[in-house]
């Protein structure tokens, strides 16, 4: 396997950062990537996070992953990347002050555009489009806790496609207690997903961890987070072993429902908690003068639901989502459900 400057040769690990783009003053972007090559045929998994500079519980599971992956056990190939966004991570942003804009938004890129819209161009092309599946890290930052498995919609539950096939065990196998997708176009279409899977990649998205003191709380986010890794591997039969879960069950939901924080700013406090069910008409939430404690909004529960994301709990200015609610769309069952993916056509 070679990526740009980078080649891993059977059996072995290398290292070295992908040549992307560079900004008027010279700052160039370049990406960080870990090449696993195993010694045995197989598929291509690539595990990136960071690719929102402030999301890094993955980044921190991917390096301990690549610490302990010996390639001669390997069957495939991973490319490991802990960092996308170098600008946005190195100043703790979601997005890229080069530009303004959101690396993960931008697939397949232009070659021509802004710095953050040629990063995207070399990084789909040369990395992205190279893989079979993909695991993107995200977490809730300093904004708040979440934990679950995130996957696009699929177009038709009851004639599914190849790739959401495929989809739909990584999933369940990855190993977490829940899952969830938005239906259509609930934060706007997504260019970028819809152009990684016309390539052909089967990606699901991590949203782990996050919140105040996230480190010091975080260490069994980032076990799990590197147990999935090595259950997407298992799963695709890239290595051996038992799978590792949280429990046999993974519940699907549908996350029909998101709170959007009312027009007036001011300190959120969160009536209601991460995996809580609340009924509708339940106060999720409210916003209160931080100063006075003048009560200055209040966000009532819609529907019967359970909380998926827990929430931002402190002062909150302008448009934000402040909490998603789902119903359980299904449940999964890991001890009935086959859970390998095979990327051989003639298998």
């Not at 598929?43 to 991917?62: D, Y």
Request: charged content about 25%; glycine content about 12%.
């Amino acid at each position: 396997m070679r990526i740009g400057d980078i080649e891993a040769r059977p059996g072995t690990k290398a290292f070295g950062y992908l040549r992307t783009a560079a900004s008027r003053s010279g700052l160039s972007p370049d990406i960080p990537i870990h090449l696993i090559a195993g010694s045995a045929p197989g598929p291509t998994l690539l595990v990136q996070g960071a690719i929102h500079g402030a999301e890094i519980i993955g980044t921190i599971a991917i390096l301990h992953f690549v610490r302990k992956i010996d390639p001669r056990s390997l069957r495939g190939t991973v490319i490991a990347v802990p960092v996308v966004n170098r600008v946005g991570f190195e100043l703790g942003e979601r997005g890229s002050r080069i530009d303004g804009k959101d690396i993960s938004r931008l697939f397949p890129g232009n070659p021509r555009g802004s710095v953050s819209e040629q990063v995207a161009h070399v990084y789909f092309h040369e990395v992205v489009a190279r893989a079979n599946a993909m695991i993107d890290f995200h977490a809730g930052g300093e904004a708040g806790y979440e934990r679950y498995v995130l996957f696009t919609a699929e177009r038709d539950p009851a004639n599914l496609t190849d790739l959401e096939r495929k989809r739909r065990k990584l999933v369940v196998a990855f190993g977490l207690d829940q899952a969830a997708f938005f239906p259509p176009d609930t934060f706007g279409a997504n260019k970028a997903k819809e152009a990684i899977e016309g390539a052909g990649v089967v990606q699901f998205t991590l949203e782990f961890g996050g919140g105040t003191g996230w480190f010091k709380n975080g260490a069994d986010n980032v076990r799990d987070a590197e147990r999935g890794i090595w259950n997407t591997l298992k799963a695709l039969r890239m290595v051996d072993g038992p799978f590792e879960a949280d429990g046999p069950l993974c519940t699907i939901y549908n996350a029909s429902v998101v709170l959007w924080k009312p027009p007036v700013d001011g300190l959120f406090i969160r009536k209601k908690g991460f995996g809580e069910f609340v009924r509708a008409g339940d106060a999720y939430g409210i916003i209160q003068d931080p100063y006075t404690g003048r009560l200055l909004a209040e966000m009532p529960t819609p529907r019967d639901a359970t909380v998926i994301p827990s929430g931002q709990e402190w002062p909150t200015v302008g448009a934000t989502s402040i909490g998603i609610l789902g119903a359980v769309d299904r449940v999964e069952d890991r001890r009935t459900t086959d859970l390998y993916v095979s990327f051989d056509e003639t298998a």
